[in-house]
């Protein structure tokens, strides 16, 4: 059983920056899409950014965080990353990281974020995005 361990959130001021990094043990996730998820309060939560398996060619952002958020990969590591650039007060939330060997990039991030259980994600890494 893969478990994951985001960290790296923190208070910052909008315009800020922030680096999350999602650390997994337990498998190796090279053949896997990995994917970053949030949770604002009282919302549900939504897929941020998604990035295809192996090298990470192709990549997947929600329409709020595109040109200010950049997700990466590091196999080796078996870790995956999470860039916040620019950020604003509507990115306050928990995030979450999880990975799917069986899905799309986009699917991953646009649709399955509804299908995954509690066994799929990590505690997740508070971002307060606050003057």
């Known amino acids: 059983q893969v478990q994951f361990v985001e960290s790296g959130g923190g208070l910052v001021q909008p315009g800020g920056s922030l680096r999350l990094s999602c650390a997994s043990s337990g498998f190796t996730l090279d053949d896997y899409v990995r994917g970053w998820f949030r949770q604002a309060p009282g919302k549900n939560r939504e897929g941020v950014s998604c990035?295809?398996?192996?090298?990470?060619?192709?990549?997947y952002y929600t329409e709020s965080v595109k040109g200010r958020f950049t997700i990466s990969r590091d196999n080796a590591k078996n870790t995956a990353y999470l860039q916040l650039n620019d950020v604003k007060p509507e990115d306050t939330g928990v995030y979450y990281c999880?990975?799917?060997?069986?899905?799309?990039?986009?699917?991953?991030?646009?649709?399955?974020?509804?299908?995954?259980?509690?066994?799929?994600w990590g505690k997740g890494t508070l971002v307060t995005v606050s003057s």
């Open positions: 990035i295809s398996s192996r090298r990470g060619s192709v990549t």
């Open positions: 999880t990975a799917d060997r069986d899905t799309s990039t986009q699917n991953m991030c646009a649709i399955r974020v509804f299908a995954y259980g509690p066994d799929r």
